[in-house]
């Protein structure tokens, strides 16, 4: 792993990091594993669909159709329900990548607090979880890489952190 800010900066930025050296300089100067949060979170938005994409919509209509009853397949028939009431298919795009970044907050909140109810806690105690580096063997390390939440909606693809893509007026 590159240990000067100069090599760490140069690999954000061909990572396509906003503001490489903020990464870079955090990492070197906090001790911040910036480029395991950095490229978790990237992986996880490549999971959520683009903005552009509408694809899926007829594929999960047809998935629907060729087998209602499989996993997932209320997907397709809330779909086709919507396309036949006249919902834009960019509203139901909108509408899921909104639903989708909310799951990737979700869980990366989720690793730093697990927010057990009290009967939870009353059963099992404290418990935790969390994500971190691993070594060359892929070995867990103690380098916790935590408050992932913090920075989901820095890395949102767009630019706009899940804001509408039209002003809430129009």
């Given amino acids: 792993m590159k240990s000067n800010v100069t090599d760490l900066e140069r690999i954000f930025q061909a990572l396509g990091a906003e503001d490489p050296a903020d990464w870079a300089n955090s990492q070197i100067n906090e001790g ?10 990237k992986k996880a938005w490549s999971l959520v669909i683009g903005e552009e994409d509408d694809s899926w919509i007829e594929e999960a209509i047809e998935a629907w159709d060729r087998n209602p009853d499989a996993p997932y397949s209320g997907q397709g028939r809330a779909l086709e329900k919507m396309i036949a009431l006249g919902v834009e298919r960019s509203s139901i795009v909108d509408l899921v990548r909104a639903t989708q970044a909310e799951m990737i ?33 892929y070995e867990p390390t103690s380098e916790v890489i935590d408050s992932l939440h913090e920075s989901v909606l820095e890395l949102d693809p767009t630019g706009r952190e899940m804001r509408p893509r039209l002003s809430a007026k129009q």
């Fill in 32 to 41: 911040i594993p910036q480029l395991h949060r950095y490229l978790f979170l």
């Fill in 105 to 137: 907050f979700g869980i990366c909140y989720q690793l730093n607090d697990p927010s057990l109810s009290n009967v939870e806690e009353e059963l099992v105690g404290d418990i935790g979880w969390t994500l971190v580096k691993t070594d060359d063997d």
